[in-house]
């Protein structure tokens, strides 16, 4: 059973920084890609970023140069670093991983960002 728990969600201000963790259970997060995802109020969830199991990585244009997305072996755990934060990066934060055909999302994190 794979279970994704994200945390690190908040309040932050324009031009802060926040840090959200994915902590896996039933697959181990550096022989996967995974992905952050979010989604705004009245939008669809769109893509943030993946890291391959390579440990490369990929993000959507709107965040390149502010987001980094790592692992965390040791705890089994992808973390998305969000700095410079705009008050359009207000959403919820999913973590998604795709094993081998399979699709499992987390239950999403709320970040808010004020202007």
């Known amino acids: 059973q794979v279970q994704l728990v994200e945390s690190g969600g908040g309040f932050v201000q324009a031009g802060g920084s926040l840090r959200l963790s994915c902590a896996a259970s039933g697959i181990t997060v550096n022989a996967h890609a995974m992905g952050w995802y979010r989604q705004a109020p009245g939008k669809q969830r769109a893509l943030v970023g993946i890291?391959?199991?390579?440990?490369?990585?990929n993000f959507a244009d709107s965040v390149k140069g502010r987001f980094t997305i790592s692992r965390d072996n040791a705890k089994n755990t992808v973390i998305l670093q969000m700095n410079s934060l705009k008050p359009e990066d207000t959403a919820v934060y999913y973590c998604?991983?795709?094993?081998?055909?399979?699709?499992?999302w987390g239950q999403g994190t709320q970040v808010t960002v004020s202007s």
């Open positions: 998604r991983a795709w094993p081998l055909g399979f699709n499992y």
């Open positions: 890291i391959g199991s390579d440990g490369t990585t």
